[in-house]
């Protein structure tokens, strides 16, 4: 056979054999086959693993769309507020010993949300509430003055102002008022009780004064043993302003009494 032959005898072969293509196989074999496997069975694993904490930690936390958050801690809880620039706004902190709020203003309000209850900042701390009661044993401690145009105590209780150790001092430019409108006013001193007016009068405006535990000047035994019985007794002034009594008779014995006077 000739070499041209042999050539078109191979190319008419190689027609009318089309499906004899070399066949390569496609897969894993092997150990590549069985890291597959285990790397599969990791895989789900690590989602059951998963998927339990998730459970676990929800019960825990009590999350759920119809319970409150509840956060805790055996230290602190802080909650942070932060703008965009990544810079702290705010912060919250709840300790064991006490619970900080760090911010530039806190406010608090009614449970509307409309009205503001209490509201604190570098310069003041201001409490809009119509009432604010203390009702603690000792009361309210203030460590400077107290600016307010009304102190008053609740319906049927008394109002007391008490310095317990020191002065208690009430001053005003345009005078200060004190009256009882339906009871008595009683002022009472350890010691002495003086009135003072630099520039005015003093002036006692009564259907009746009195001025008990009044001394009673006393000149002689027997009109010691008189005064016993006697009803009606004369006022006198000694020049240092103090007041005694004398007994009255036709004539003035202030005189006769004179020397209590020395005594003051």
């Given at each position: 056979?000739?070499?041209?032959?042999?050539?078109?005898a191979s190319q008419s072969l190689h027609l009318?054999?089309?499906?004899?293509?070399?066949v390569?196989p496609?897969?894993?074999?092997g150990?590549?086959?069985?890291?597959?496997?285990f790397?599969?069975?990791?895989?789900?694993?690590t989602?059951?693993v998963?998927?339990?904490l998730?459970v676990?930690?929800i019960?825990?936390?009590?999350f759920?769309?119809?319970?409150?958050?509840?956060l805790r801690?055996?230290?602190?809880?802080?909650m942070n507020?932060?703008n965009n620039?990544?810079?702290?706004?705010?912060?919250?902190?709840?300790?064991p010993?006490?619970?900080?709020?760090?911010?530039?203003?806190l406010?608090v309000?009614?449970s509307?949300?409309?009205?503001?209850?209490?509201?604190a900042?570098e310069e003041?701390?201001v409490m809009?509430?119509?009432?604010?009661?203390v009702?603690g044993s000792?009361?309210a401690v203030?460590?400077?003055?107290v600016?307010?145009?009304?102190?008053?105590?609740?319906?049927?209780e008394d109002?007391?102002?008490?310095?317990p150790?020191r002065?208690l001092t009430?001053?005003?430019?345009?005078?200060?008022?004190v009256?009882?409108?339906?009871?008595p006013?009683?002022?009472?001193?350890?010691k002495?009780l003086?009135?003072e007016?630099?520039?005015g009068e003093?002036l006692?405006?009564?259907?009746s004064?009195?001025?008990?535990?009044?001394?009673?000047?006393?000149?002689?035994?027997s009109a010691?043993?008189?005064?016993?019985?006697?009803?009606?007794y004369e006022?006198?002034?000694?020049?240092?302003?103090?007041i005694y009594?004398s007994?009255?008779?036709s004539?003035?014995?202030c005189q006769?009494?004179?020397?209590?006077?020395?005594?003051?």
């Amino acid at each position: 056979i000739t070499q041209e032959q042999f050539i078109l005898a191979s190319q008419s072969l190689h027609l009318q054999r089309p499906g004899c293509d070399p066949v390569y196989p496609v897969g894993l074999y092997g150990w590549r086959k069985r890291c597959l496997y285990f790397f599969l069975l990791l895989l789900l694993a690590t989602m059951i693993v998963n998927l339990a904490l998730t459970v676990w930690i929800i019960k825990v936390m009590n999350f759920s769309v119809d319970s409150l958050l509840v956060l805790r801690s055996e230290k602190n809880v802080t909650m942070n507020a932060r703008n965009n620039q990544g810079q702290l706004t705010g912060q919250l902190t709840v300790g064991p010993e006490a619970v900080e709020a760090q911010c530039q203003r806190l406010e608090v309000r009614s449970s509307d949300g409309g009205k503001l209850l209490f509201t604190a900042d570098e310069e003041e701390v201001v409490m809009t509430t119509e009432k604010f009661t203390v009702t603690g044993s000792d009361g309210a401690v203030f460590g400077h003055s107290v600016e307010t145009p009304l102190i008053q105590a609740r319906a049927s209780e008394d109002l007391k102002l008490e310095s317990p150790t020191r002065t208690l001092t009430m001053e005003a430019p345009r005078g200060v008022e004190v009256s009882a409108a339906k009871g008595p006013l009683k002022v009472s001193g350890r010691k002495d009780l003086q009135l003072e007016s630099t520039e005015g009068e003093i002036l006692l405006d009564a259907n009746s004064i009195q001025l008990g535990s009044l001394p009673l000047g006393v000149y002689a035994a027997s009109a010691a043993q008189a005064s016993e019985d006697q009803a009606l007794y004369e006022v006198c002034v000694c020049p240092s302003g103090k007041i005694y009594l004398s007994p009255a008779e036709s004539s003035s014995t202030c005189q006769a009494m004179s020397n209590i006077c020395l005594w003051s």
